[in-house]
């Protein structure tokens, strides 16, 4: 009789028990996916016949897959003349296998004919869309089947995170926090790597190493921005000034399902701090959607500033957003001027000037600095080239925020008296005199 035994990290130890859910979210080098490679095969030597299915939503081949990871834990474990080490696939014992596909490559139809699966791991589960998630949930069905998902932390709005995250989680769920600690077997060169990240990458670290959610992606226009605002105790509880002006600064979307988003920053302008109270995005509602968010806030009295199509005709009424917002009863409401050809960079370079005067207030703010820490140029791979701004979900609350700091304007500051400074030159007894102000 032969005993195999698979060290195992303690912190995997709850996923060791039979469960219909089982997640393992964390950062670079917990060893997740080294966990959940071996608990595939060790499913497979236990209970001969088994069928699993490895997942990412992409997979263009299989050297992206969890093939070649499966298979180096059977050449560890010294099991390979139990296997079946295939082109496209990995036969079990038993007349068992496990296959490896790309959810995208397949429609709800064609992935029926995994019905009979006994387990299926998504890997990089951040990355699996809603749509993939809806076609796996019920198709795997088998009596005491499992879905296994790894992943490191993206946004909270990735659909693994709003199954497998908090309170309300599925039955028969259990979920593991993973890190570079939690790893006995962390090797010298991952150790070299974190730390170098820790002192020269701080702005990605907590995301790629303790698995935290992405506060700035790479690439991203505001990432050292945001990073120096967080360091320089400039997000936190900003309060309102009772005395000063609520401005709302605007970025307009449309009513249907696949419309862009409509977006609003709420700041103040105190002094030469620009205090950014709160944030609001919404999809596909109408305008008296949008105009009841800001009553509720107290922002009843704003003044409004829309972008130039704040003029153009919109809706099943073919009014403009700047009359709609006029006829809900804000009085004071500017469309700002189009800025023309290059628009999307002067609103990127103006909120990068303004930035080290800008204070956000923590918790109403979140979600609008998620869009600030995405917002990326779109690269063409091949030519290595920028080809602008990403047009995606961040992009509608970033043109809002760049629409805010094109319009700022710093107060003037008022002098009192007149201020002169008397010049000599050598040789001269008169002064020259320079006027400074007034």
Known sequence: MTVLTIPTAAVFE???????????????????????AGL?????????????LCVREIQKSLRESAKRLIEDKITEFGITDQFGLLA???????????SYVGMQDHTAESIMSFEGLDWVWVEQAETLSARSLEI????????????WFSWNRRRKTDPVDM??????????????????????WLPKTLID??????????????????????????GAYYASQLGAAKREGRIGRVPADPLQAIRVYCDLGGESRTADAFTMWVVQFVGRE??????????????????????????????IYLPHDGTQQHGPNATTWESAFKAA?????????????GAARQRIEAARRLFPAIWFNEDTTQAGRDALGWYHEKKDDKRDVGLGPEHDWASHGADAFGLMCVAYEAPKIKREGEYKREVYTVGSDEPATAWLGR
């Open 88 to 98: 496209n696939e990995t036969r079990t014992p038993g007349g068992g296998m496990i």
């Open 14 to 36: 709850p996923l060791l028990h039979t469960s219909r859910y089982k997640g393992a979210r964390g950062g670079r080098g917990s060893g997740k996916s080294h966990f959940f």
């Open 40 to 52: 595939g095969v060790e499913s497979c030597l236990m209970r001969p016949g088994t069928r699993g």
């Open 163 to 184: 199954l497998l995250s908090g309170d309300n989680l599925p039955a028969g769920a259990v979920v593991v926090e993973a890190n570079w600690r939690d790893n006995p």
């Open 274 to 303: 620009v205090r950014v109270l709160d944030y609001y995005e919404a999809q596909g509602q109408p305008a008296a959607f949008h105009f009841a968010w800001l009553r509720e806030r107290g922002y009843d009295r704003a003044y």
């Open 193 to 218: 790597e974190r730390e170098y990240d820790q002192v020269n990458n701080p702005d990605t670290y907590g995301h790629v190493w303790e698995g935290e959610y992405i506060g700035v992606a790479k």
């Open 136 to 147: 796996l949930r019920p198709t795997i069905r088998k009596p005491d089947s499992e879905l």
């Open 329 to 341: 009863g804000w009085s004071k409401v500017d469309v700002i001027t189009n800025m023309g050809a």
